[in-house]
């Protein structure tokens, strides 16, 4: 502490959602902020409450943490919402960045139309569409600003975080999916995601300087896995 950034050593699933929730509560962590999107699932199971998030922060067990989604974060708010009302989550706890793109409806349809559930092993939740139709700047995009039902949370995340740190705050950066998916690193193009997924990539998501970082969690499994389908290789796959 005061910021520490959750990552995966392999291929997702390694309990990052565990670490974060485990840590809200632990270290009374004043603020938590996710990366990613809708594609990457964090389980959180606390005291017979068991849940899979997909968009809502980890860290919402402490009723003290606040929760954000970064400016490189990419939204589905039908999704979001139903995770705030399943986990009771009060709306002046959460804080989503204007500049965070929106996961439309369409977008999932379009990843299937395209084949990329049986190509690579896509979710299909959108996300790489989102990213995509971002970078072509196409007209249809929507940020997080422009979107009504989210109006209420809007703000600057970035900002927020660092004022937070410049007061000593403890700050939690989770990370998602896995090191083994970065579509920069991996060895295994095109079975990537659609970004980075290294502790400096989720840095830049959240707009905080590698420099304020005291520490990297990272989260390994003992058995590496991989979403199912053609997601790409695992080298020493069981059965």
């Known amino acids: 502490m005061p910021l520490t950034v959750v990552v995966g050593a392999q291929f997702g699933g390694e309990g990052k959602g565990k670490v974060v929730s485990h ?6 962590v004043d603020f938590v902020v996710r990366c990613g999107g809708p594609n990457s699932g964090h389980t959180v199971d606390y005291q017979g409450f068991r849940i899979g998030l997909r968009m809502l922060p980890s860290g919402f067990l402490n009723n003290r943490t606040k929760l954000m989604l970064a400016p490189g974060a990419l939204v589905d708010a039908q999704i979001l919402i139903n995770e705030m009302q399943a986990c009771k989550v009060d709306s002046s706890r959460l804080m989503i960045d204007r500049n965070a793109c ?3 409806e369409d977008y999932s349809k379009n990843e299937l139309d395209r084949g990329l559930r ?6 299909g939740s959108g996300t790489g569409i989102a ?13 997080a600003r422009n979107v009504e039902v989210l109006a209420p949370f809007i703000g600057d995340v970035s900002t927020e975080l660092n004022s937070a740190l410049d007061q000593g705050k403890k700050v939690v950066v989770e990370g ?26 989720f840095l830049s998501e959240t707009g905080l300087a590698l420099a304020l970082v005291n520490d990297v969690i990272m989260a390994v ?11 790409g290789p695992l080298k020493f796959e069981i059965s």
């Open 118 to 123: 049986r190509r690579i092993g896509s979710t």
């Open 23 to 28: 840590m809200s509560i632990a270290e009374d």
């Open 131 to 143: 990213v995509a139709k971002r970078a072509l700047r196409d007209s249809d995009v929507q940020l």
């Open 102 to 104: 929106i996961v439309a």
């Open 176 to 201: 998602t999916q896995g090191f083994g998916l970065s579509l920069y690193h991996t060895d295994n193009y095109p079975y990537s995601t659609n970004q980075d997924t290294n502790a400096s990539g």
């Open 221 to 231: 499994r003992t058995l590496p896995i991989r979403v199912e389908g053609e997601s």
